[in-house]
T-cell receptor, first 114, second 116 residues
Framework: DAEITQSPRHKITETGRQVTLACHQT?????MFWYRQDLGHGLRLIHY???????NKGEVSDGYSVSRSNTEDLPLTLESAASSQTSVYFC?????????????FGEGSRLTVL | AQSVTQLDSQVPVFEEAPVELRCNYS??????LFWYVQYPNQGLQLLLK??????LVKGINGFEAEFNKSQTSFHLRKPSVHISDTAEYFCAVTPLGGSSASKIIFGSGTRLSIRP
């Protein structure tokens, strides 16, 4: 079955370290997204991509970067982790028209920045 | 711009009782509406969506939602809940004709807890 996987599922790091969260989907979807989930805020969009070599900033992109070198992967990098980036991160993908299509989510990556 | 308000952060109900999770939205244009469910330690999955047509939408696991344009609401209902419905539920909205992922707005979530 097609799926979307995230790794690591749990990560503890220190302030100032670089961290990369991996996202791999086998749906062959063109659209991929990174969200962060914080209590009381729901999901907020960090970055998104509509295809290879395409990346766009979302609502809360400061301190994060992504790259899309193939259809399957959209890694999220925190260049210099901050305590405010402690959160649960979700990767998602979709096909077709972004605004009417179903989003398929990974199981999340819980990041703690000490 | 769009916004979504989920009026209840937590809703406790007894097993086999009915439940309604409230969602109101604000938008200057017509919208598409979604409900997603997040079971413990999992990602979100689509419960149901309203794109057009009948305002009563049926989803998985016996849930349904009704789009009310005049009240700008999209409340989620289930006539009889089960322990397995324990989860967090998110309402989401996006404008008609939009093509940007940045326009998909999620509510802050409602945690549904079922008591035996």
């Amino acid at each position: 079955d097609a799926e979307i996987t995230q790794s690591p599922r749990h990560k503890i790091t220190e302030t100032g370290r670089q961290v990369t969260l991996a996202c791999h989907q086998t749906w062959n979807h063109n659209n991929m997204f990174w969200y962060r989930q914080d209590l009381g805020h729901g999901l907020r969009l960090i970055h998104y991509s509509y295809g290879v070599q395409d990346t766009n900033k979302g609502e809360v992109s400061d301190g994060y970067s992504v790259s899309r070198s193939n259809t399957e992967d959209l890694p999220l990098t925190l260049e210099s982790a901050a305590s405010s980036q402690t959160s649960v991160y979700f990767c998602a993908s979709s096909e077709g028209t972004v605004n009417t299509g179903e989003l398929f989510f990974g199981e999340g990556s819980r990041l703690t920045v000490l | 711009a769009q916004s979504v308000t989920q009026l209840d952060s937590q809703v406790p109900v007894f097993e086999e009782a009915p439940v309604e999770l409230r969602c109101n939205y604000s938008s200057s244009v017509s919208v598409y509406l979604f409900w997603y469910v997040q079971y413990p330690n999992q990602g979100l999955q689509l419960l149901l969506k309203y794109l057009s047509g009948s305002t009563l939408v049926k989803g998985i696991n016996g849930f349904e939602a009704e789009f009310n344009k005049s009240q700008t609401s999209f409340h989620l209902r289930k006539p009889s809940v089960h322990i397995s419905d324990t989860a967090e539920y998110f309402c989401a909205v996006t404008p008609l004709g939009g093509s940007s992922a940045s326009k998909i707005i999620f509510g802050s979530g409602t945690r549904l807890s079922i008591r035996p």
